[in-house]
Nanobody, 121 residues
Framework: QVQLVESGGGLVQAGGSLRLSCAAS????????MGWYRQAPGKQRELVAG???????NYANSVKERFTISRDNAKNTVYLQMNSLKPEDTAVYYC???????????????WGQGTQVTVSS
């Protein structure tokens, strides 16, 4: 079994910063793409940022220049540094990873349970 566990969410004032972490554990042979998504009340889940296992990144336009995604392949962990937070960044943040559980298996996408980020004005 594979698990993704997020941490680092919380309540912060506008202009503040938070750092989210997501650690993958369990039966892991390799991890390909990793990413962060968010879902605000009444809205669809959207991609915030993604990173390949080679380190290439992409961001939603709304978070460019404010958020930074990174990963530590030795720790099977992806991070999201969020600076200059705005009230509209309030959402549940989920990590997602493409994981191959064994050498003969296929890549499968896994989701974390989500962590709440609330930005007050």
């Amino acid at each position: 079994q594979v698990q993704l566990v997020e941490s680092g969410g919380g309540l912060v004032q506008a202009g503040g910063s938070l750092r989210l972490s997501c650690a993958a554990s369990g039966s892991i042979f390799s991890i390909s793409d990793m990413g962060w998504y968010r879902q605000a009340p009444g809205k669809q889940r959207e991609l915030v940022a993604g990173i390949t296992n080679g380190g290439s990144t992409n961001y939603a336009n709304s978070v460019k220049e404010r958020f930074t995604i990174s990963r530590d392949n030795a720790k099977n962990t992806v991070y999201l540094q969020m600076n200059s937070l705005k009230p509209e960044d309030t959402a549940v943040y989920y990590c997602k990873a493409a994981i191959q559980s064994n050498e003969m298996g296929f890549m499968k996408y896994y989701w974390g349970q989500g962590t709440q980020v609330t930005v007050s004005s």
